[in-house]
């Protein structure tokens, strides 16, 4: 991936072309083309089941006016940079209009000469944005509703919620935190930060053509994520159906964020065997107890020769698993993160978990209440921020970010 | 760059018997070799002059012990790991030593299957570690006493000092936490975090070999920075000469890190042409004003048409050129870094400056002093951090960690 971000103006383009004659045609989200572009528009948004990217940058934005053209035009201005910088476009130091050296540059900068990386750029909306705006109660999803307490939450109002969020996801950092510093830039007056969460390594695979990597404890995590290889999974577990709720929303998703700081000095004084016991799985190739492969499926009947189960009643993989969630599941893309210390002789560092579903109410809340409930891990993790944003479909068929909400 | 940590074993030992046989030679530092390894003995400490890798993870620590025996075998397990894993030597998810199932396994286990990825450990003196472990006070190196303060500085003391040092360099983030990690894990109970910080993106080039990189306001940085392949500036200005001190630190150097918050937000308000001149190069492609391409020499004495300087006498390169303070220069290694939000509504974002060079008194102290008060870069930023270590020269010739000065 050498080609510089000017030199993939044309074939950004082009790609772009692509990914719009792919939606038209009814095709998924494409996937990331060879010179690292991954086209901005299509049937659903990229970022969801685009192969999960190395790094990411995360930000939820208060909305700071009630005047709802303002922020139609924000989201205008927003979306054609999105555009723009997930095809590389970056043209000028002055940016992409060429520049006026006596007006502040409409690009910052510090990615030009940088390849486009794969970065996606993925919109979502929170609940107090309709309030906020004066918009139609009958718009707000009822699955948007706020998510129940959880046991052992230990939520910092100022690392959750937010009446939009923006996950840009780029094999280069740079690029990523580039792309959100611009759309806040380009806010200024409309949106303040509300918080922001970069993420150093990704910790599902969203492709079968993805292995599997490790979080914090040491552990492959995301072994049998739902998998942009799976229409069935997508369909009935990720992409919004018509009736579901209000129609603005139909072919969107909902993004669950939740920042869980690990204490990873507890964790790494507890035994490999207990650690295993635990998890539910093997720390090496990550099979699945009395398996022997990453992907063997887990025996939950299982018993070893005293009759006790091979895979403990309360193994985290078993209160997730689909089997006991009554067939749900969720596809996870999360980051692993390092925010400096605790002040307390210890790293902040945790797994910024994202994920995206049909319905946080029928899929994240029983699985977060089960593993809140009973699982071990809970003694060597906190959650400490939390928000969920409704993201709609993707722009294939034109528009800007958010239309299908304001012009509802 | 796609063979494991694991099956790079014989490789990476291979590499590190080269390294030593280099350095037992007289060579420097050796730089990557093919497979991703950097050699973790030598003359010099490995990630000094070594093509400054993609990712950091550094970390402040505090001795937590007056017992010198103990800091002592800490820093020889200390070695014994990091060689171990700049080799990308994880073994097992037991770590090194296989693992009894019923302990906790001594490696944490998240950089299992990752490739070494260029990894460097580099590590560090504070001046507060004397009196600590009451060695005796010749032994301090008076290039090793505390910076003045500076005009504009605004310093958290929870951001500064530290009685030890590691910097922790690689292509891959995850293995460079990784590294910290197990070594934060192995001194619990003799050390404790005291801060720490991820950098994300590299802003200088210690190689010929390497493109320069941009830092947060867009700009190449770096260009004429104390480069590898240039033997005179890495002895004048870099290591530490027989004669300059206590001969414990003969061959090293010291490192100097300042964190620096950009304000990015008011910056990115600023017209190009207010920002080129302040700077004193394009923000295209580098080149000081009046010269055409990034590696020209700047003519400080070039006029406009109006008699005007063409680089302002206030621009920060002139102001920080060696020609203005008397050849000084330094040998800059910093990172890019992003720690989320102020509660503001702004980004926490900047450049993590660190810096090798021969007598921080002599060096940096008066090239900070010269930007501290006029340069005009200093409204839009603010130093919050601060640090000053003494690195030992390399382990070329046995032995670990800090030996020279706990065994002087």
Known sequence: MT???????????????????????????????????????????AGIVTP??????????????????????????????????????????????????????DDTGEALGLPPAALTLTFGVGASLFAKLGLDPSLVPPALAALPPFRGDQLDPALSGGDLCVQACSDDPQV???????????????????WSQLGFGRTSSTSTSQAT???????????????????????????????DGPAWLDGGTYLVARRIRMHVEIWDRTS???????????????????????????????VDGTGEPRIAQNAHIRLASAQALG???????GYNFVDGSDGQGHLDAG?????????PQAQFVPMQRALADADVLMEYIEHTGSAVFACPAGLGGGGYWGQSLLEA
């Open 176 to 194: 990523a935190v580039h792309a959100v510093r611009n759309l806040v830039r380009m806010g200024f007056g409309v949106t303040a930060v509300r």
């Open 272 to 302: 490999l065997a207990e650690q295993e016991t635990i998890i539910g799985r093997t720390k090496g190739v990550g099979a699945p107890l009395g398996g022997t492969a990453e992907f063997d499926l887990a025996d939950y009947a299982a």
């Open 351 to 359: 797994l910024f978990f994202v994920a995206f579903m049909r319905d």
């Open 3 to 45: 080609l510089s971000r000017r030199r993939l103006l044309g074939a950004g383009a082009a790609a772009v072309g692509m990914g719009a004659l792919g939606a038209a045609c009814g095709a998924p989200a494409a996937t990331p083309v060879p010179d690292g572009v991954v086209p901005f528009r299509g049937e659903h948004q």
């Open 327 to 333: 067939g749900v599941k969720i596809l996870r893309r």
């Open 213 to 243: 990597p490790r979080n914090l404890f040491g552990f492959k995590d995301g072994t049998h994520n739902v998998k942009a290889e799976d229409p069935d999974d997508l369909r009935e577990q990720v992409w919004v159906a018509p009736g």
């Open 52 to 105: 999960a990217q190395d790094r990411l940058h995360f930000v939820s934005l208060d909305v700071v006016t009630a005047d709802r053209a303002e922020v139609a035009d924000l989201l205008r201005r927003w979306t054609a940079a999105a555009e723009r910088m997930t095809a590389g476009a970056e043209t000028t130091p002055g940016g992409a209009t060429g520049g006026n050296p006596n007006s502040p540059p």
